[in-house]
Nanobody
Framework: QVQLVESGGGLVQAGGSLRLSCVAS????????MAWYRQAPGKQRELVAV???????NYEDSVKGRFTISRDNAKNTVYLQMNSLKPEDTAVYYC????????WGQGTQVTVSS
């Protein structure tokens, strides 16, 4: 079992920045990849960014150049640095880990005001 706890969400004005953190605990050995997803009201959950165990990253097109995913293996933590935030980035952001099956955190709300 893998437990994930997100933090760092909040209310920010357009153009501002936030950094989300996701701390993993439990059976974290050999996690294949970790990712950030988001779900806005009335919309499906979408992949925002993913980082593999080897450090490769990939981003959803609308966040490329603005968001950066990174991981600190010593702290079992994955980050999502979000810059130049837009109102359309408003959503609940979820951390996910992939190890045979998906594991999910509880989500953290990000609200960007115009």
């Amino acid at each position: 079992q893998v437990q994930l706890v997100e933090s760092g969400g909040g209310l920010v004005q357009a153009g501002g920045s936030l950094r989300l953190s996701c701390v993993a605990s439990g059976s974290i050995f050999s996690i294949n990849a970790m990712a950030w997803y988001r779900q806005a009201p009335g919309k499906q959950r979408e992949l925002v960014a993913v980082i593999t165990s080897g450090g490769s990253t990939n981003y959803e097109d609308s966040v490329k150049g603005r968001f950066t995913i990174s991981r600190d293996n010593a702290k079992n933590t994955v980050y999502l640095q979000m810059n130049s935030l837009k109102p359309e980035d408003t959503a609940v952001y979820y951390c996910a880990a992939f190890k045979g099956r998906d594991y999910w955190g509880q989500g953290t709300q990000v609200t960007v005001s115009s």
